[in-house]
């Protein structure tokens, strides 16, 4: 037996409601109940167990390694590759970054390390020098002119 719904069948029932029927909205005919099947039931089983072994091993992970399921904390540390093993083609781009980094001010916001060979740093401004000494180290043929002593 197949039934068909038109577009004017849920004005048809909304048009019959009661007042009545809305209050007693809990009230389930009996011919609407139907016991749930063993597979069913041993399905909606093998889920919550599932669920449970799932949960287990979730606070087993947690308990084993708490620094990887804990909240990460924004850090303000800045960390710069070191400019003598830093490649050619990445120069001028770090450069850029820095010099926008000190003119907008959010330099200062973060404590900086970084490096040139063995020399060590915590100025940005430091960092910035050796940069544009290895840019125009990499530009210079390695040839003297006059122009240099001028």
Do not use: C
């Not at 973060?110 to 530009?139: C, K, M, P, V």
């Amino acid at each position: 037996m197949t039934s068909t719904i038109s577009a004017s069948s849920p004005v048809k029932f909304y048009a019959d409601l009661k007042i009545s029927d809305i209050k007693n909205w809990h009230d389930v005919p009996a011919s609407a109940v139907v016991p749930m099947p063993p597979e069913v039931k041993a399905q909606a089983a093998a889920s919550k167990a599932n669920v449970a072994n799932l949960n287990a091993q979730y606070q087993a992970a947690t308990a084993a390694n708490p620094d990887f399921y804990r909240p990460k904390s924004e850090s303000n540390a800045m960390y710069e590759t070191n400019v003598a093993t830093l490649p050619e083609a990445e120069v001028q781009p770090r450069i850029e970054y820095i010099t926008n980094l000190i003119k907008s001010g959010e330099a200062d916001k973060y404590s900086f390390q970084a490096g040139n060979g063995e020399q060590t740093t915590t100025s940005i401004h430091q960092f910035l020098s050796w940069l544009q000494q290895r840019a125009h180290d990499l530009d210079s043929d390695g040839t003297y002119s006059p122009d240099m002593f001028k």
